[in-house]
């Protein structure tokens, strides 16, 4: 079991920046890939990073590509998601998943993750 809880939303001006966090529980962080994920309201959940168990290896969101950076700390359990220059188009829950990895890569599907933390609220003003 892998427990996530994200944090580091907010509200921010456009062209601001945040950085997200999602802290993991477990002792076994190192062999799962992980991914973020938003939501705004009333669309479907959709893909926005992702990151291999090693960190090596990452993919982005069109949406997102050059203004968004994944990373992860596998000392402290964490993985991070910067985002720079915000648009409100960004406005979303925020959400971190955690998948079971039988190889070093990267996964872009929902279906696809395992856990899912409980999501951090990112809210972008023009």
């Known amino acids: 079991q892998v427990q996530l809880v994200e944090s580091g939303g907010g509200l921010v001006q456009a062209g601001g920046s945040l950085r997200l966090s999602c802290a993991a529980s477990g002792r076994t962080f190192s062999s799962y890939a992980m991914g973020w994920f938003r939501q705004a309201p009333g669309k479907e959940r959709e893909f926005v990073a992702t990151?291999?168990?090693?960190?090596?290896?990452?993919y982005y969101a069109d949406s997102v590509k050059g203004r968004f950076t994944i990373s992860r700390d596998n000392a402290k359990n964490t993985v991070y998601l910067q985002m720079n220059s915000l648009k409100p188009e960004d406005t979303a829950v925020y959400y971190c998943?955690?998948?079971?990895?039988?190889?070093?890569?990267?996964?872009?599907?929902?279906?696809?993750?395992?856990?899912w933390g409980q999501g951090t609220q990112v809210t972008v003003s023009s």
């Open positions: 990151i291999s168990w090693s960190g090596d290896s990452t």
């Open positions: 998943a955690a998948v079971g990895a039988h190889s070093d890569s990267y996964y872009v599907s929902t279906y696809e993750y395992d856990y």
